[in-house]
């Protein structure tokens, strides 16, 4: 049984920092490209990263120098790196690994930047 769990989001001030962390297990992780999505209240749900299986990363330009997904396969954990943080990053954040016909998600974790 494949398992996706996010953390470490959180209400966080404008220009503020997070560290998003998503655990998997049930899978081989070294193998699946995985990615961050995002959705705010009204809206669809947005890719904000990606990395490759073999490390190559990707952002939305709406992201971009503000954003650094990793990964730690020996931990089977990928991360999101948030700086610099916006009113408008205010959303759930999903975690998604995909490999071929395999997709799945984590549930979400809530980031909220407010003053």
């Known amino acids: 049984q494949v398992q996706l769990v996010e953390s470490g989001g959180g209400l966080v001030q404008p220009e503020g920092s997070l560290r998003l962390s998503c655990a998997a297990s049930g899978l081989i992780f070294s193998i699946y490209a995985m990615g961050w999505y995002r959705q705010a209240p009204g809206k669809q749900r947005e890719l904000v990263a990606g990395i490759t299986s073999g490390g190559s990363t990707n952002y939305a330009d709406s992201v971009k120098g503000r954003f650094t997904i990793y990964r730690e396969n020996a931990k089977k954990t990928v991360y999101l790196q948030i700086n610099s943080l916006k009113p408008e990053d205010t959303a759930v954040y999903y975690c998604?690994?995909?490999?071929?016909?395999?997709?799945?998600w984590g549930q979400g974790t809530q980031v909220t930047v407010s003053s």
């Open positions: 998604n690994a995909r490999r071929l016909n395999a997709d799945y």
